[in-house]
């Protein structure tokens, strides 16, 4: 496989018609080696149009919703970001690119030590993983400039949305299959939110997270 075509052909067959056109994300995409933080037996499909298996029945989001995801954060180089859903640790390396600090919270340990492991190689000293269950964020360190949960989730908890900074932004995919749609909250005062429907989709669910209740009869 001649790596550098097939990055070519991922970003622009499809990535750029799925409406990613920053010039910021598409050369970050080209720069960042996704094919690093795909297991090696999965290492074919680095470049492919889908969610690539991680250990533990996880998956890497598909590269264009990552990028999407990516460019609809508007992430800014001062910013601190925290991620919930470290996975291979491959948004949080995008992430780590745009922003002056990221913290990206695994709760699976297989997956934190490979994430670790893959920044570590990436050379992205401003990201750290911790295992941690993301429901609840990390207040500690928190207000955050931006939120990215790397999965989706039935609805965001409010724990987290608590942890945005006014102006601050809060993205992630939200929904029950078949109807799912990415979404961003964004902070417009210490009691205000506002929330804007992007694009359709459907991601694997994050670990952990509430699912609605179901009616009995």
């Known amino acids: 496989m001649n790596i550098e075509q097939a990055r070519f052909n991922m970003i622009e067959q499809q990535i750029r018609p799925w409406d990613v056109l920053d010039p910021a994300v598409l050369s970050l995409l080209a720069a960042v080696k996704r094919e690093d933080f795909v297991p090696a037996a999965y ?3 680095a470049f492919v149009d889908t969610e690539v298996p991680l250990p533990g029945g996880q998956c890497m989001l598909a590269p264009r919703v990552e990028a999407r995801l990516l460019q ?3 992430v800014q180089r001062h910013e601190t970001v925290l991620e919930v859903g470290a996975g291979s640790g491959f948004m949080a390396a995008l992430l780590g690119h745009r922003a002056q600090r990221v913290i990206t919270l695994e709760n699976r340990p297989e997956l934190a030590r490979m994430a670790s492991e893959n920044l570590r190689r990436a050379g992205l000293s401003n990201v750290s993983v911790r295992e941690a269950d993301g429901r609840e964020g990390l207040a500690a360190e928190g207000p955050f400039d931006v939120i990215v949960l790397s999965g989706s989730v039935a609805q965001v908890p409010q724990a987290l949305l608590d942890q945005l900074k006014v102006g601050g932004r809060l993205i992630t995919i939200e929904g029950a299959e078949p109807v799912m749609r990415a979404v961003l909250y964004t902070r417009q005062s210490d009691k205000a939110l506002s929330k804007v429907e992007l694009f359709d989709t459907v991601a694997q669910r994050l670990d952990g ?6 009616f009995h009869f």
């Open 43 to 45: 290492r074919a499909l």
């Open 72 to 74: 609809e954060a508007k």
């Open 209 to 214: 997270f509430a699912e609605p209740t179901r």
